[in-house]
């Protein structure tokens, strides 16, 4: 295999990961997503290693070009997809914390005894 075709294979080899990676955010998947992310950035730190000492003809940059293209689309997606999730997650945190604070205010009210006498004067 040539060089060119090592680096092209490694660009191919990215955008099945970052399929992948798009895939686990569709359904919700976010631990499988992070695994695969930690993958593909190890695949992405190889991959500049092996292209850093070659050069690719025009028909192999636009190929390159191409796949690159493809790979930025499905992260923008998986990106977006996370966003809505930490949104989720910030309005569950929110509600959570609303809660265990009316539960310590009205739980410490509803705690203590109501002497006999109040509003009877």
Do not use: C, F
């Amino acid at each position: 295999m040539t060089a060119a075709n090592e680096v092209l294979a490694g660009y191919e080899k990215l955008l099945q990961r970052s399929a992948r990676m798009l895939d686990w955010a569709r359904q919700g998947e976010w631990a499988h997503l992070v695994q695969e992310e930690s993958v593909y950035v190890v695949a992405v730190e190889d991959l500049k290693r092996l292209e850093a000492g070659y050069t690719l003809d025009r028909a192999d940059m636009q190929r390159k070009a191409d796949l690159l293209e493809r790979i930025l689309e499905q992260d923008a997606e998986v990106r977006q997809r996370l966003e809505t999730r930490r949104d989720e997650l910030s309005g569950l945190i929110g509600d959570t914390r609303r809660r265990r604070d009316m539960s310590r205010a009205y739980g410490s009210v509803a705690g203590k005894p109501t002497p006999i006498d109040q509003g009877h004067r």
